[in-house]
């Protein structure tokens, strides 16, 4: 599943939940590797508070606050510094407690593994006591890095099981050759060559490969997650997955440029190569 999809089931999910009135007060998203996270919630934004759900083409104000991050009932709480501060809580408390003409008001914690036990527990006290029509989403990367008297509260929304519903068998054998060092360079260009758009479809098999290797990492630090096809890769240590995920991520932004594919291609198959020998 390609990241947008991702990104349409999660709104499918809430707009669902809207539509017939089962919201929950809060919800907990596990992001994994999912970039565009603050684009997903300007989304999840308009369909509460616009008056046609965000749905139109057409100019309108309510959309615009949103996009510019200053509308008075949606508020993006993101860590200052390396921690979310008590005082930022205390100011969302504050900014909730004046009178709104919307129906629903929402609030955003970014990175809610930077929650210190002190704003962590101001935020705690307003999860308890959740106010109609006040909507938390609360976003990390893991839910392993947050506090579990949080969780306990949200609705969990798990993004790496949505992306991690298909990974093609093609993508898993490649990668198991490719940090195998097996000799897989006329597999890998046969398999890019053989689609339409070069770089495209390059772009879309490194971000498989990187969220699976992600899926990986878990997995090596304990998790139990049902990876298609991981004892493919119990040789593999935590390091040299790291040093891969570092490498896709390097790589695939080569692959915006105006790059000569053929040389970007070599030095990726070099790259990758190099962190087994
Ligand atoms: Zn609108």
Redesign the pocket.
């Known amino acids: 599943m390609k990241e947008h999809e991702v990104e349409e089931k999660v709104y499918g999910m809430i707009q669902n939940q809207y539509q017939t009135q089962k919201l929950s007060h809060a919800y907990f998203i596990e992001k994994g590797n999912y970039a565009n996270i603050e684009m997903l919630m300007k989304k999840i934004a308009?369909l509460f508070l616009?008056?046609?759900n965000?749905e139109?083409f057409n100019n309108?104000s309510?959309?615009d606050l949103i996009e510019k991050d200053i509308h008075p009932d949606f508020k993006e709480i993101s860590p200052e510094g390396n921690m979310i501060k008590k005082e930022q809580l205390l100011n969302l408390k504050q900014l909730f407690k004046t009178t709104s003409s919307s129906n629903y008001r929402l609030y955003v914690i970014y990175e809610a593994d930077k929650l210190n036990p002190a704003s962590a527990n101001t935020i705690l006290k307003f999860l308890e006591e959740p106010e109609q029509g006040i909507i938390a989403f609360l976003i990390a990367d893991n839910r392993y890095q947050v506090l579990e008297t949080l969780l306990s509260r949200c609705q969990i929304i798990n993004m790496p099981s949505l992306f991690s519903s298909d990974f093609s068998d093609e993508m898993i054998n490649l990668l198991s050759d490719l940090t195998s060092s097996k000799k897989i360079y006329l597999d890998f260009k046969e398999l890019l060559d053989s689609s339409f758009s070069l770089k495209e479809s390059t772009k879309d098999l490194l971000d498989s490969m990187e969220l699976y290797l992600h899926q990986l990492l878990l997995i090596k630090i304990g998790k139990k997650i049902p990876l298609p096809k991981q004892e493919l890769f119990t040789n593999l240590t935590e390091d040299s997955i790291i040093k891969y995920i570092a490498i896709l991520e390097e790589e695939k932004k080569k692959l915006t440029y105006n790059i000569n594919y053929k040389l970007w291609l070599d030095h990726f198959l070099i790259r990758f190569m190099e962190v087994i020998s």
Request: glycine share 12%; with cysteine.
């Open positions: 308009k616009c008056p046609k965000g139109h309108c309510t959309c």
